[in-house]
């Protein structure tokens, strides 16, 4: 079984920087796509960023091109995603997940194993 350990939410105020980790139990995902995803109270979970198995290919999602930077190690099997000047909008529950296949996927259906969220939460 493939766990992955979500860790670096927090309580930040607009503008500040946060970096998740996601650690993923096995080695397996060096060879996947990896990917972040949230979830806000009361909306559906929408796709943020999403990294090639290779970290040559990435996308992100439109509200954070330019702040969001995603990024992975395959020799400690770990991803991050780097947020910079964080908006209130960025409050929600931060997951990580690992594709079913190597490369940058953007839908939630592409991803087979999911972490258990981190609190992302951003005041004024």
């Known amino acids: 079984q493939v766990q992955l350990t979500v860790s670096g939410g927090g309580l930040v105020q607009a503008g500040a920087s946060l970096r998740l980790s996601c650690e993923v139990s096995?080695?397996?995902?060096?060879?996947?796509?990896m990917g972040w995803f949230r979830q806000a109270p009361g909306k559906e979970r929408e796709f943020v960023a999403t990294i090639s198995w290779n970290g040559q290919s990435t996308s992100y999602a439109d509200s954070v091109k330019g702040r969001f930077f995603i990024s992975r190690d395959n020799a400690r099997n770990t991803l991050y995603l780097q947020m910079n000047t964080l908006q209130r909008d960025d409050t929600a529950l931060y997951y990580c997940a690992v594709a079913r296949g190597a490369w940058a996927a953007t839908s939630a259906s592409d991803y087979r194993y999911w972490g258990q969220g981190t609190q992302v939460t951003v005041s004024e």
């Open positions: 096995r080695r397996t995902s060096s060879n996947n796509g």
